[in-house]
């Protein structure tokens, strides 16, 4: 694994960012992992169509996930070719299959990863991202703790919804209207034996830009990852 390194005081912990590169098939993706000294689980980010691991939404939630303790990947799903081809042609941003099976590729190298393989996992998803991430979840059951989806489009996870076995959240902004029909529909698909809860944010749409919004999505998944991932290695 390539890598550089910079470490960082914060309030709470020693924070060690480093830069990562991901071997996937015969491609490598670029990735941001974040471990706070003894971090109690790690959050992989899975960002949506036209994203990356640089998105200033994700980063800002991957910092409060650090201050509480947490570990964050973000990482990119596509490399720079496959993102130039996605630009002119829009295949891959909806091919959730492609998209979960890359997400379950980086699940395994972090499993594999000395630094992480010890920590429990769960999945940020954002957009179709979300989408992705349920598929990968519910095809990897057990592995994957808990997951956050922020304003996602859960829908596009089709039958694999009725599969989910990790506690799932939905985060949708109030204003985002569309999307708070689509997660409805969705979350009724999700097991009844599979803890789950939506919450909706006042005043906020589909990018949670509206002051004080974006922080409210960090609060609810701070909850959440410390219920689901935190508990694991309580029990463990």
């Not at 005081?9 to 830069?19: A, G, I, M, P, Q």
């Not at 997400?103 to 499993?111: A, G, N, P, R, T």
């Not at 992705?132 to 990897?140: E, G, L, T, W």
């Amino acid at each position: 694994m390539r890598e550089t390194a910079m470490e960082r005081k914060s309030k709470e912990h020693l924070v060690v960012t480093r830069e990562v590169v991901i071997p996937v098939e015969n491609k490598k993706l670029a990735g941001i992992l974040t471990i706070p000294n003894e971090a109690q689980g790690l959050v992989v980010f899975v960002h949506g169509s036209g994203s990356s691991r640089l998105s200033p939404r994700n980063r800002f939630v991957a910092e409060a996930l650090n201050r509480a303790g947490l570990a964050t990947l973000l990482f990119d799903l596509l490399t720079t070719q496959e993102e130039r081809v996605d630009i002119c042609t829009a295949q891959l941003r909806f091919d959730i299959d492609f998209l979960a099976k890359r997400v379950s590729d980086v699940f395994k190298w972090l499993k594999r990863n000395e630094l992480t393989k010890h920590l429990p996992i769960g999945y940020f998803g954002a957009s179709t991202g979300a989408a992705a991430a349920i598929v990968s979840a519910a095809q990897n059951p057990s592995e994957i703790h808990a997951i956050v989806s922020r304003g996602g489009r859960p829908d596009l996870a089709g039958y694999f919804l009725q599969r989910t076995e990790s506690p799932t959240l939905f985060i949708v902004g109030q204003n985002d209207h569309e999307v708070i029909e689509l997660n409805k529909q969705a979350f009724i698909y999700l097991p009844e034996s599979t803890p789950k809860s939506m919450a909706i944010v006042p005043r906020a749409t589909h990018l949670f830009e509206e002051p004080g919004t974006l922080e409210s999505v960090c609060d609810l998944a701070c909850g959440w990852f410390a219920t689901y991932l935190k508990r694991t290695v309580n029990a463990a």
